[in-house]
């Protein structure tokens, strides 16, 4: 239960990083979502956003960083 308890502390301590990491990026007009590769597709009452590109980009900004972390670990 104490692993489960600390798990569950990182991650709620990440998701509050992830969500002030998304309002600077509001306040600092970071084209997240309008990314080459973001696909939209809008009809009269359907809208469909697919964020490819922003994914990507993310994927590989996470990827570097906890490359980073784990080497510095060991």
């Not at 502390?9 to 992830?18: P, S, V």
């Not at 973001?38 to 980009?57: E, H, R, S, W």
């Not at 993310?58 to 960083?65: A, G, Y």
């Amino acid at each position: 239960m104490h692993q489960i308890g600390k798990m569950l502390i990182a991650a709620g301590l990440i998701i509050t990083f992830a969500g002030f990491v998304l309002l600077l990026a509001g306040r600092l007009n970071l084209p997240f979502g309008n990314l080459p590769g973001d696909i939209t597709y809008q009809k009269k009452n359907l809208t469909v956003f697919a964020p490819f590109g922003t994914m990507l980009l993310v994927s590989v900004i996470i990827t570097i960083i906890l490359n980073i972390f784990s080497r510095w670990k060991h």
